[in-house]
């Protein structure tokens, strides 16, 4: 798995190189980055799972499959492509919040109908005011790397500022989807507020 | 009256009060178990509400020391925030810790006081430190000591590292109550084990981040131990965690501490663990404040784990405490009733048996020994006890009756002998007058007739004598006038009395020889028996032995004859009065000898008995208490 990543991310360093001219020891930084710091976004990802509350009822839905310790389900939809190169995937089948983590691709606004976590790829990012509008007032989490995403109505960015990953979190998006993150976790993250006209 | 050694009284009694004993010693053991674990349980809770005052402390502990290390090499506007953090944690070490001492002062015996020592002067020492670093922080980053930094670090772990030492040996006295707690313990003692070695593996990082540094050669060996160190550990764990009293409450909190670990550190490892130039400046992608909330997150993670545990500890010590509490009440319930039972059993016994039987056999003791009739009081007639009242009064009512019957009977009868004799005689001279008189014109057979007569008055006057005799038999003897004598002595006076034949012998046995006696009535007895022996003998040579045997209360005296025996069909009638086996007028005696000698035995409180066939000679055996 981790050969089949160094090898896509590889490829995408030559392509880069082609495209933008970096330079060799700027070749060498940009593969090491991004590789580390999809790792710690991923990271993060859990430990915002991990810290953020949802409504009981639903996580607690009576016709949800329970595993042997009576646990519930919770779905992570990756939304267009896998914005972490596949290191979110250890998270399959573990638990947060008691409940077991499954992880699944979806392509389209109506497939999210399940999912209780939203992770959005870059190159959704059109799709954003169609998206929150059909998420609005849902319970469901919404992350993503896009510039500006927490700025435009979305709940959680992992935004980069000055080549450190850092958190940057809409309350009143959190709010209004009914969900508590701990306060340990927006100690770590810089509050924003919504652009006006954004969700 | 006397009273043996040990009457039914006091051995009901004695019963009794061995079995409140008993009870008393199988109860009282009970509650003192009971208090036992009730003493313990307090104990135990006042161990772990210690235990995790020291957890508190090396948690906060943990903290302060990845922050410190961190904000010791970032700007003071960096460091502000993580500083404030710094703050509330050492406030809450200082709390937790002084919380700690004060309930370990409590304790009157305390068996770390060396360990207590050790941790206090390492407390101390930090304390300094802490100063140090205070001091380091207000001037510019390039200026701050490293050593103070390293030493810094070095200290708290090792005042980490003590505390964790000291709950291990403090918390073994706790681990004999209960096997589940002292299991929750051990496991407790792991949790915490990897929360430290991941404590210190986020705060070398935190500083590397801080620093924008790679790995020195000595963070690169310490990274490397504590990994060894934590994979360990979270083996250990989950083995802990597949344990059947724990896995369902436990091993989710461990899978979720396991992954948010995994993803914090494990994910990242080969940024700081890699090849990369030893000591050189790096940039890394994520600042030290984030990765010091993550981390310390994740080791949050371990600590809820922990708490669980401690929480689980506390309940499981607080239902030892109530099982306790309730045991002891019940306890002491059963205790009281048991005491309240058996005194009552014992009131029972004691006046309401014991009091009335033995008021009963002496009013019996009485009656049949002095003759006086007592109705002894009893309360509760209408029980047992007082229907067997109403017996022995009867009884004493008819032994009283049969009394009175008796010596009436024996007034009439001495009257009635004593009356009669004087007409008797009256008779007697009226036929010795009337043949006087008519001598001469008196015909032959009327002589006769009134020599038959006198002959029957006579007979009739020694009858009423016999009579008079056997009437008295009852009238005491004087005590005084009562020797004591030799068997031997006894014989040899009553050989004197008997008319014996030439060719009669009397043998003395010698067991009787050395007896010493009351001389009266055995004299009589012994006489009436030889005598009646010798008088009846069929042979012109007989032998006569008497004997007797010593027991411990009474005598057994034998006679014993060679005469004709006495046919088994008359061994009742021989006793009676005025019986003789052949007609009276060929019988050489009367028939009163062996009446009187039952009289007189039975008079004493003895009995007799005889062995004899017909031409066999006879054994009368009779027995004389002391």
């Known amino acids: ?199 | 009256m006397k009273n043996s050694p040990l009457s039914i009284r006091m051995t009901l009694l004695i019963m009794v009060g061995m079995l409140n004993l008993l009870i008393a010693v199988l109860i009282g053991y009970r509650v003192y178990k009971s208090w036992d674990n009730y003493q313990q349980a307090e104990h135990l809770k006042q161990g772990i509400s210690i235990i995790n005052a020291l957890y508190t402390a090396n948690k906060n502990l943990s903290q302060a020391r990845a922050s410190t290390l961190s904000i010791m090499y970032s700007t003071a506007e960096v460091a502000e925030p993580v500083y404030q953090d710094v703050l509330k944690n050492r406030k809450a070490v200082d709390a937790a810790l002084n919380m700690a001492f004060e309930g370990l002062a409590k304790e009157e015996i305390h068996r770390n006081s060396g360990s207590l020592d050790q941790l206090k002067h390492k407390y101390d020492i930090l304390l300094q430190r802490r100063a140090q670093i205070d001091v380091g922080l207000n001037l510019p980053v390039s200026q701050r000591s490293r050593s103070i930094t390293n030493l810094f670090f070095e200290e708290n772990t090792a005042l980490i590292t003590e505390i964790q030492d000291f709950i291990l040996i403090y918390s073994r006295s706790f681990q004999g109550i209960d096997s589940i707690i002292s299991q929750h313990m051990v496991f407790e003692y792991f949790v915490w084990d990897l929360a430290e070695y991941s404590g210190e593996e986020y705060a070398i990082i935190g500083q590397m981040l801080a620093e924008n540094k790679y790995p020195t050669q000595l963070q690169r060996e310490q990274l490397s131990f504590l990994r060894t160190r934590i994979e360990y550990g979270w083996a250990i764990l989950r083995k802990f965690a597949l344990n059947e009293e724990l896995a369902e409450q436990l091993f989710p909190l461990m899978e979720e501490a396991s992954t948010q670990y995994f993803f914090t550190f494990d994910q990242v490892s080969e940024l700081f663990h890699g090849n990369n130039p030893v000591g050189a400046d790096a940039s890394y992608p994520i600042s030290s404040t984030l990765w010091l909330g993550m981390s310390a997150q994740a080791v949050d993670s371990l600590l809820v784990l922990q708490n669980e545990i401690l929480t689980e500890i506390q309940q499981r010590a607080n239902k030892i405490e109530l099982d306790a509490k309730s045991e002891i009440s019940v306890s002491s319930v059963i205790f009281l009733c048991a005491f309240a039972i058996s005194w009552y059993c014992w009131f029972i016994i004691a006046y309401r048996v014991a009091r009335p039987v033995n008021a009963m056999v002496n009013a019996l003791y009485k009656a049949t020994h002095e003759n006086i009739f007592e109705i002894p009081k009893i309360r509760y007639q209408h029980e047992e006890i007082g229907k067997l009242l109403h017996v022995l009064q009867v009884f004493q009512h008819n032994a009283q009756k049969m009394k009175q019957s008796n010596e009436e009977l024996e007034r009439f009868a001495f009257i009635a002998a004593h009356d009669l004799k004087s007409p008797l005689r009256a008779v007697d001279n009226i036929s010795e007058w009337l043949e006087e008189d008519l001598e001469e014109i008196l015909p032959a057979g009327s002589k006769i007739h009134l020599e038959e007569m006198r002959k029957r008055i006579r007979l009739m006057d020694k009858m009423l004598d016999d009579t008079l005799e056997y009437a008295r038999v009852d009238a005491k003897i004087d005590s005084h006038a009562n020797d004591i004598v030799s068997g031997s002595m006894l014989i040899t006076e009553i050989i004197g009395l008997i008319d014996l034949p030439p060719g009669f012998t009397i043998i003395t046995g010698d067991n009787l020889a050395k007896l010493k006696v009351k001389k009266l009535p055995l004299q009589q007895v012994l006489f009436n028996l030889i005598n009646n022996a010798v008088k009846h003998h069929d042979k012109i040579q007989g032998t006569v032995v008497v004997d007797a045997v010593e027991n411990t209360t009474e005598f057994v005296f034998s006679v014993k004859d060679d005469g004709p025996g006495i046919d088994p069909q008359f061994h009742q009638k021989i006793f009676e009065m005025f019986q003789t086996l052949q007609p009276r007028e060929k019988s050489k005696g009367r028939g009163m000898g062996l009446a009187m000698v039952r009289k007189i035995i039975i008079a004493n409180g003895g009995s007799i008995s005889l062995e004899s066939a017909d031409k066999e000679g006879a054994l009368f055996r009779f027995t004389w208490p002391k």
């Open chain 1, 1 to 199: 798995m981790l050969c089949k990543h160094s090898l896509t991310k590889s490829l995408i360093g030559i392509f880069y190189i082609i495209m933008c001219g970096f330079s060799a020891q700027g070749f060498a930084e940009e593969i090491a980055s991004p590789l580390y710091e999809q790792k710690i976004k991923a990271g993060l990802v859990y430990n915002l799972i991990k810290y953020t509350e949802w409504p009981k009822a639903v996580l607690t839905t009576p016709n949800q499959v329970k595993n042997n310790y009576n646990q519930a389900s919770l779905t992570i939809c990756l939304f267009g492509d896998d914005p972490f190169d596949g290191y979110l995937s250890p998270l399959e089948g573990r638990t947060a919040q008691q409940a077991v983590i499954s992880i699944i691709h979806v392509n389209s606004i109506p497939e999210t109908q399940n999912c209780r976590v939203i992770i959005i790829h870059r190159n959704q990012r059109k799709q954003l005011p169609d998206l929150f509008a059909v998420l609005q007032h849902k319970n469901i989490l919404t992350i993503s790397d896009i510039e500006n995403f927490a700025e435009l109505g979305g709940m959680v960015e992992l935004a980069r500022q000055e080549e450190k990953v850092v958190l940057q979190i809409n309350k009143n998006s959190v709010d209004s989807a009914k969900l508590i993150i701990d306060a340990s976790m927006l100690k770590l993250a810089k509050i924003v507020p919504p652009k006006s006209g954004a969700q």
